[in-house]
Structures are given as structure tokens and as C-alpha cells.
């Protein structure tokens, strides 16, 4: 018979789970795995709330298993290493993202693609090589094998953890399609976590950036704060039709139905729509834009464990962090049900370390 949370694992462990689809979150008491000799166990000091979280703990993907502890934008302090661990010592500041594991052998782990590993193990939710479901980190403490654990630069504030996913999703893509040189112009879709993230790291390298959004709301937002150059009201055509051909390069951050014709109106010919948002259902993609203006469609997925230490540093060295609010842990479902509402500018983080564990 299989064994329950709090007695699979030798080491006691504290958080918030989901028991079923209604997705309230209550306290938790399960077990890590003693620190092999290639983990580093740290203790969990701050977890960012990502939607991909209200998906995993209502079932809306229909992949859950409960009870579900999610979250994978975690940043604490390393409190112990395995006998085999070469980069961690106990005190450095580290964090795990959406993995905590991956094959090891095929095209993609070889060329430091983890992320798109056919094995790869989700932090939350996912199963550990020895068949236990993995749990995230709205939690007190963390085992990850040291290959998924980034250091954190000294100079980010820890509470800086969205970067772990709503960072790596903007960055891989700018970096990866080109998308990353001085004096290009960049549309961003939608200014939520994504969003917002997408401004900050396409101004960092030189961009000159419009928001494209459905909100007037977001225009002030978007040009006094963020730094953005132009802001198009989606809703308006005149507004769109003043941006036609003028972009190299979208950034779709949206994870609702919206019309992608649009958008392909404003690339240049050669120019790149890269879908970031996890919208589920189908979207209607006209294919006439795409071949008289040589114009490309693309999804991207968070980044390797190579390029999300690579934006880790960017970021450090551009002092570019996300927009927060910080709550403490027992305040998630409020959270949870705010960010529904898009109750936050931009991205919730949990504070644990300042948690009291009882369940």
C-alpha cells in the first residue's frame, strides 16, 4: 500500500496544497527525500505565485494529482550538500524554477535545452525518478538535484523570484529568435507578470518597445513606469493601423482568445510573433500574412538551466527585478483569488521564511 505524504521521505516538510478541484489551498505536512550525493536541500524563504499555479491546483489541464503542493519560482538558502555536490556550498542564495530534473542524455539536455526534454520532471507535480510526486515550493524546504538549482546573484532581492518563470519566458525568446539587438522595435501582448517582464528585459538591450494591449488602463502603466515607448489600444483599428509594418519582433504574452491577424499586421516582412501565454484552446492563425510578408509564428517555454542563470546575471547586472507584492503564506488564497481578478501589479510572492509550520 503507498505510503502517505508525510512518511514517503525521511526529512518533515511544511505547505500549502490543493485537495481537489476548487483549488483552496490549506496547510500540508509531507516529507522531502534525504540529500543525495548530487542534491543540495535549502530552505525555502520566498515562492512567486504564477498563474500556471491556479491551472495545476484547479485541474484546468486536467493533469493534477492531489493532494498538490505547486510553485516554481523559489529562492532561499542552501542548508545542506551531498558528498558529490561541486557548486553549492550551505549559506549561498539559490533558486529553482519549472524543473527539477530531466533525462540527462537526449538532443535537448545535451545542448543545455532541458526545457524541452521529452523526461523532463516539473517542480510541482511532476514524478521523481523513484515514482513520488514531486512538490513545489509553497513549502518550507526544497531537495533538488544541484544540475536545477541556479545561484542567485547577491545583488537581487531574494523576493525577486518571478524571475525564475516569468523572467526565463520573456528573455529565452528575446535572446533566442534574434529578437535582443540595439535599435529593434519590439511590440509586448498583454502587461501582466509576462508582460512586464518582457518591457524591462527588451528596453535592457536597447529595444524600442510599444504595448499592445485591450486596456487604456495599462497605457500610463505602460509609458511612465515600465519605460515603454508606444502603447496600441488592441481595441482601436486606427491605433493598429498607425503600427502596421513597424515591429521586428511580438512578444504574445496573452493566455486568453485573441485575434493573432492584428499582430501580423504590425511585423516588418521577416518579422517574428512569439507566443509565450498558455492559452489551451485552439487560436484561428490566417496563413496569407504569413507568406506575403515571409512572417513567422513561434512558442517558446521557459529556457535551459544554462540561460536562466545567463538572465539571472543580465538581470543582476541591469538591476532589472520584477514588479511584487509580497504576502505571507497564509494570505495565498486571497492572493490566488486577487490574481484571478488581475488584483496585482504584477506578480504575487509568498513569504515563507517568516512562516509559522503547523498544519
Given at each position: 500500500m503507498a505510503k502517505n505524504p508525510e512518511e514517503e521521505h525521511p526529512v518533515k516538510a511544511f505547505g500549502f496544497a490543493a485537495r481537489d478541484t476548487s483549488g483552496i489551498l490549506s496547510p500540508f505536512n509531507f516529507s522531502r527525500r534525504a540529500t543525495g550525493e548530487k542534491d543540495v536541500q535549502f530552505k525555502v524563504l520566498y515562492c512567486g505565485i504564477c498563474h500556471t499555479d491556479i491551472h495545476f491546483i484547479k485541474n484546468e489541464w486536467g493533469v493534477t494529482r492531489y493532494p498538490v503542493v505547486p510553485g516554481h519560482e523559489i529562492v532561499g538558502v542552501v542548508t545542506e550538500v551531498g558528498t558529490k555536490v561541486e557548486n553549492f556550498k550551505v549559506g549561498d542564495k539559490v533558486g529553482v524554477g519549472y524543473m527539477v530534473g530531466s533525462c540527462r542524455k537526449?538532443?535537448?539536455?545535451?545542448?543545455?535545452?532541458?526545457?524541452?526534454?521529452?523526461?523532463?520532471?516539473?517542480?510541482?507535480?511532476?514524478?521523481?525518478?523513484?515514482?513520488?510526486?514531486?512538490?513545489?515550493?509553497?513549502?518550507?524546504?526544497?531537495?533538488?538535484?544541484?544540475?536545477?538549482?541556479?545561484h542567485w546573484p547577491e545583488n537581487l532581492p531574494m523576493e525577486a523570484a518571478?524571475?525564475?518563470?516569468?523572467?526565463?519566458?520573456?528573455?529565452?525568446?528575446?535572446?533566442?529568435?534574434?529578437?535582443?539587438?540595439?535599435?529593434?522595435?519590439?511590440?509586448?501582448?498583454?502587461?501582466g507578470g509576462l508582460g512586464h517582464m518582457a518591457v524591462k528585459f527588451a528596453k535592457a538591450f536597447g529595444a524600442k518597445v510599444t504595448v499592445i494591449s485591450t486596456s487604456i488602463g495599462k497605457k500610463d502603466e505602460a509609458l511612465q513606469h515600465l519605460g515603454a515607448d508606444l502603447f496600441v489600444l488592441s481595441s482601436q483599428p486606427q491605433q493598429i493601423q498607425g503600427a502596421l509594418n513597424t515591429m521586428d519582433g511580438i512578444i504574445d504574452t496573452v493566455s486568453a482568445d485573441h485575434p493573432l491577424l492584428p499582430l501580423l499586421g504590425m511585423l516588418k516582412p521577416n518579422g517574428k510573433l512569439v507566443m509565450v501565454g498558455a492559452y489551451a484552446k485552439p487560436?484561428?492563425?490566417?496563413?496569407?500574412?504569413?507568406?506575403?510578408?515571409?512572417?513567422?509564428?513561434?512558442?517558446?517555454?521557459?529556457?535551459?538551466?544554462?540561460?536562466?542563470?545567463?538572465?539571472?546575471?543580465?538581470?543582476?547586472?541591469?538591476?532589472?527585478t520584477p514588479d511584487v507584492e509580497v504576502v505571507p503564506m497564509d494570505y495565498v488564497n486571497t492572493a490566488v483569488d486577487r490574481l484571478l481578478k488581475?488584483?496585482?501589479?504584477?506578480?504575487?510572492?509568498?513569504?515563507?521564511?517568516?512562516?509559522?509550520?503547523?498544519?
Open positions: 537526449c538532443a535537448s539536455c545535451d545542448n543545455d535545452l532541458e526545457n524541452y526534454c521529452p523526461g523532463q520532471i516539473p517542480t510541482a507535480n511532476g514524478t521523481n525518478a523513484d515514482g513520488t510526486v514531486t512538490y513545489g515550493g509553497y513549502s518550507d524546504i526544497m531537495v533538488s538535484d544541484e544540475h536545477f538549482v541556479v518571478p524571475l525564475l518563470c516569468a523572467g526565463i519566458t520573456t528573455y529565452s525568446p528575446l535572446k533566442y529568435f534574434g529578437l535582443d539587438k540595439p535599435g529593434m522595435h519590439i511590440g509586448v501582448v498583454g502587461l487560436l484561428q492563425l490566417p496563413v496569407f500574412p504569413l507568406l506575403l510578408g515571409r512572417k513567422l509564428v513561434a512558442g517558446s517555454a521557459i529556457g535551459g538551466i544554462k540561460e536562466t542563470q545567463e538572465m539571472l546575471d543580465f538581470a543582476s547586472k541591469h538591476n532589472i488581475f488584483d496585482v501589479k504584477y506578480r504575487f510572492v509568498l513569504d515563507i521564511g517568516n512562516h509559522s509550520n503547523s498544519a
